[in-house]
């Protein structure tokens, strides 16, 4: 199918797209399993209509994707941000069904997104849109069809008002159809910090298996909303030197160390980094040329490309968002090969983990401790690092090229057994 032909064709799509034919060729996938496998299984696309303050009425257009519904009910986060494309959602949902089978969790993969500024909006607009687009999407989800989670511009808060709304709309309280609740609604403890403890994890491991010490690591971090402010706090709490954070506003280097607490309630109270004094001031693209042991890109796709890939100067490059890297970037970094690249389905899934812990004590109705929580996500990614790495060795190719193998694999042997209904 020529992608020129199809709904979803953008950068960031055709990115997500040669990714898994490299994959797919690898393993010598059957074409017939390998189209069903690689496009989304359905879309949905929705205006939105919702009163502002000053009393007129603005339309937004929002999506969701579901790209696989073989291996268990879907599952993906909401994006609120101005930039948003169908084809990027399809690609974010892609890449949730590759990283929900690579870790192995019983879900496919889907992704939501509405194309607002978020940070124009007052709270009660925000709350407004929030219930709409629920509204709008609830006939297509459910606990057992389509669980959706917090993403780029929504949070806990935006989480609440969408579980209830969908809890009117079906007559009683069901925690069990979004994650990244507050606790108070059903959700876990250790789900805020997940993903950012996740890629803290990895980015851990692989040091120690180069041999590099906490006392003589320094980060620099791309991002810092709940992903990058987590993933700082962690590795500074193991011994790391964070030296440089940024968000879309900009960002600080300091070679002494950024005080993570500090920058957290100066965003906090300020919603963003702009104007902070605990470094000097340097762009997003200077940030990510910083000389340090591990850059973490932790906000949106496409942000190391071939113009900046061969002026890294990292040895670890852990990827906190999704689909930070671009293919030719990708084949820079291959080509150098003085850089550690922890994929961003593996990486982040951490966050999606303790999503499906969450899940788990939504249908159980039974909670369980943090200390619990951590320590079974400890022993998933474990697992997973394990498996990545076996599957590098067994292929000798890059690290997430094994990690798309695993995951593509598992998908693609699970539509093959169940077959085509007649």
Known sequence: MALTHSVYDSPVFRQACTQFDFAADIIGMEAGVRVRTK??????VVNLPVRMDNGKVETFEGYRVQHNLS??????????????TLGEVAALAMWMSWKCSLVGLPYGGAKGGVIVNARDMSTGELERLSRRYMQEI??????????????????EQVMAWMMDTYSNHV????????????????????????????????????????????????????????????????????????VG?????????????????DAIAYVAKNRS????TGGDTVTNEQLLELPCTV????????????????????????EGANGPTTNEADKIIEQRGDIELIPDVLCNSGGVIVSYFEWL?????YYWEKDEVFARLHKMLAKAKANVDATKAKYRCSRRTAALVLGISRVAEAKAKRGLFP
């Open 171 to 242: 007559g009683h309280f069901d925690p069990g159809v979004i994650t990244g609740k507050p606790i108070a609604l059903g959700g876990s403890l250790g789900r805020k910090e997940a993903t950012g403890e996740g890629v803290a994890y990895f980015t851990k491991a692989y040091l120690t298996d180069l041999g590099i010490k906490a006392g003589d690591t320094t980060v620099v971090i791309q991002g810092f909303g709940n992903v990058g402010s987590e993933t700082a706090m962690a590795l500074q709490a193991w011994g790391a030197k964070v």
């Open 71 to 84: 291996t268990g009910p879907a599952k993906g986060g909401i994006r609120f941000h101005q930039d948003v």
């Open 273 to 276: 980094l702009e104007g902070y």
């Open 245 to 261: 954070i940024s968000d879309f506003t900009g960002g600080v280097s300091n070679p002494k160390g950024v005080d993570i607490q």
């Open 39 to 44: 496009l989304p299984r359905r879309c949905l």
């Open 138 to 155: 609830a006939p297509f989800i459910g606990p057992n069809i389509d669980i959706p989670a917090p993403d780029v511009g929504t949070n």
């Open 295 to 318: 850059l973490i890109p932790a906000a949106l796709e496409r942000v190391i490309t071939e113009k900046n890939a061969g002026k890294l100067k990292c040895r670890v490059l852990a």
């Open 361 to 365: 004590q939504n249908l159980q109705n």
